[in-house]
C-alpha cells in the first residue's frame, strides 16, 4: 500500500531551521510530483513548495520565498523541505502530497497524502 510519511517537525525558535523529511513506501516517487502544504488552526489548507517529478520545476509560495528549500533524492524515495529563517507564523501541521501529474502547487492538484506533522516556532 502506498504511504507517505513526513518527519523532522517539531519546536524551534523564531530564526531557526527545520529539515522536514517525506518518505514514500510502496510507491517510487521517480514518478511523482510531491508538494509540502501547511495548515493552521483555523485556517485553509495552502501550498508551500511543490516540485515536479523531474525536478525542473520549482514552485514556492511567496511567504517562503529565499526561507525554504524544497529538494528530493530519489534513491532515497525522499523529499525534503529546508526551512530556514522561521517565523511564529510559520506554525501549523505540514504535509506532503504525491500526484503523478503536476499543475499548480495547490492542494486540490494533488491525490495521494501524508498524515502531517506539527511544526511549531515560538520563543
Known amino acids: 500500500q502506498a504511504q507517505l510519511v513526513e518527519s523532522g517537525g517539531g519546536l524551534v525558535q523564531p530564526g531557526g531551521s527545520l529539515r522536514l523529511s517525506c518518505v514514500a513506501s510502496g510507491m517510487s516517487l521517480d514518478y511523482y510530483a510531491i508538494g509540502w502544504f501547511r495548515q493552521a488552526p483555523g485556517k485553509e489548507r495552502e501550498g508551500v513548495a511543490c516540485?515536479?517529478?523531474?525536478?525542473?520545476?520549482?514552485d514556492y509560495a511567496d511567504f517562503v520565498k529565499g526561507r525554504f528549500t524544497i529538494s528530493r533524492d530519489n534513491a532515497k524515495n525522499t523529499v525534503y523541505l529546508q526551512m530556514n529563517s522561521l517565523k511564529p507564523e510559520d506554525t501549523a501541521v505540514y504535509y506532503c502530497?504525491?500526484?503523478?501529474?503536476?499543475?499548480?502547487?495547490?492542494?486540490?492538484?494533488?491525490?495521494?497524502w501524508g498524515q502531517g506533522t506539527q511544526v511549531t516556532v515560538s520563543s
Open positions: 516540485i515536479s517529478s523531474s525536478g525542473y520545476t520549482i
Open positions: 502530497a504525491a500526484d503523478l501529474l503536476y499543475g499548480q502547487c495547490v492542494p486540490e492538484d494533488f491525490a495521494s
